[in-house]
């Protein structure tokens, strides 16, 4: 049975003390979701520490932006996945477009990650997705296809999330139609060997579209960026109606 993943990524936006006042706020929202609903919380490195402290009793699961795939090394500006481990991280986002684009992400490093992140009892939560271009040129499907074909050489795929986001809805206001995302996380899974992988929707995912999004039968959760970054609007896509 698949499992219903909703994942706020906060990406570079709140400190320490910033954190823990939405969490402050949050906690008495999420605990009234339903059982059958994982919520988890990627946040940056510098507030994993104090919110693992936190979340002790907590439904709320803890999640990374990136690892590194050694252990340890002269790799400045990384993280490894036993420093997560250590603090409490359970999910870890791998491959979003935004490190692609702006950070030089391949899929050669994204499958090196995913490898580390399952290595060290991480669940990675793997992003794929397609420009605004690519679409116009009819090679969503391709594109993408292409991307799991050599993200997921050697991984496990009964430990892990994907999530498809479409790069032009994401941080854009426009969102993909739920029956066009519906459809190509059909396509996704039917290219897995395990069809039982939780499969999310990402891009410009709100309070407003969330009961329709997870509505369709091929979408297993969320991953939100900027409506998962007040105890308000995240609080009421954990909530939504089933």
Known sequence: MRKIILAGN?????????ALEFLEGFKPTVEDAPENREVVLCVPFTALSALSKNLHGSRIRLGAQNIHWEEVGAYTGEISGPMLTEIGVRYVIIGHSERRQ???ETDE????????AQKYGLIPILCVGETKEQRAANETESHILGQLEKDLVGIDQTKLVIAYE?????????TCESDEAN??????????????VTIQYGGSVKPDNIDELMAKPEIDGVLVGG??????????????RA
Request: no cysteine.
């Open 10 to 18: 906060w990406k570079m936006y709140k400190t320490q003390a910033e």
């Open 102 to 104: 702006y950070f030089g």
């Open 109 to 116: 490093t994204v499958n090196l990650r995913l490898k580390a």
């Open 166 to 174: 479409p790069i032009w809805a994401i941080g854009t206001g426009e």
């Open 183 to 196: 459809r190509v996380i059909g396509l996704i899974r039917s290219k897995l060997d395990n069809k039982d």
């Open 227 to 240: 409506a998962s970054l007040t105890p308000d609007s995240w609080g009421k896509i954990v909530n939504y």
